[in-house]
């Protein structure tokens, strides 16, 4: 996160209260719970044993902060090495991103730091990121990555940092109001313009778009 930012304008909602639209990625190994954050946060709903993403999916969620509503496009990422190379077309212009990893698994770390870096060298310059370790609900017998390890990383990169698990839902609406909050507070990042254009959806099996 750096970088001036500038007071991105939507339109006014009702009660004159503003909207703005924030473009927000999700990235991380596959399996490590993206798809499950986003319908945990915009459905509520978790699924055990949840079919992988293709492409990638969408979905939007408001949050309302301070006389400012935000309204999250949440573009959810495979995690697949294949799909890769489709990356760049959702992160350029992303004025936000959440970088998943589990806390059961040292490798979705190893690429968490990778997505990290990838982002501080491609993204939006004023992107504002998160980490957050989810499956914390199986911290007592299963975790690998310690909270600490996060933490340092996120504070390595100037990231925002949380555990969360989309199973039990701890979290989950934190990772969201706190981007809120900061760009309540530094104001909302200027999308790029090149960025993220055209991208066309289909279904996979009715549960998710892809590209
Ligand atoms: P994605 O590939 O990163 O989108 O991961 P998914 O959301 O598809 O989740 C992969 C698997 O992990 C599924 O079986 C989920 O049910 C499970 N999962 C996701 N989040 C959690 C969590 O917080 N706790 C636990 N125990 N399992 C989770």
Same mark, same amino acid.
């Given at each position: 996160m750096s970088g001036a930012r500038t007071n991105g304008s939507g339109p006014p909602a009702q009660g004159g209260v503003k909207v703005q639209n924030v473009k927000l990625v999700l990235l991380g190994?596959? +399996?490590? +719970?993206k798809s499950s954050i986003a319908l945990r946060f915009v459905r509520g709903e978790f699924t055990e044993n949840s079919e992988a993403t293709v492409g990638a999916a969408f979905l939007t969620q408001v949050v309302n902060i301070s006389q400012q509503s935000i309204k999250f496009d949440i573009w959810d990422t495979a995690g697949q090495e294949r799909y890769h190379s489709l990356a760049p077309m959702y992160y350029r212009g992303a004025q936000a991103a959440v970088v998943v990893y589990d806390i059961t698994s040292q490798k979705s770390f190893t690429r968490a730091v990778s997505w990290i870096k990838e982002l501080k060298q491609q993204?939006?310059?004023?992107i504002v990121i998160l980490l957050t370790g989810n499956?914390?609900? !199986?911290?007592?017998?299963? !975790?690998?990555?310690s909270k600490d390890e996060g933490q340092r990383l996120a504070e390595e990169n100037n990231l925002i940092f949380t555990e969360c698990s989309a199973k039990t839902g701890m979290s989950v609406g934190e990772i969201f109001m706190s981007i809120a909050q900061t760009m309540a507070r530094h104001g909302v990042p200027s999308p790029e313009k090149?960025? +993220?254009?055209s991208v066309k959806l289909e279904k996979d099996s009715g549960k998710k778009g892809c590209c």
């Open positions: 190994d596959q +399996g490590v +719970g993204a939006n310059s004023q499956k914390a609900d !199986r911290a007592a017998d299963h !975790r690998k990555v090149d960025a +993220g254009k």
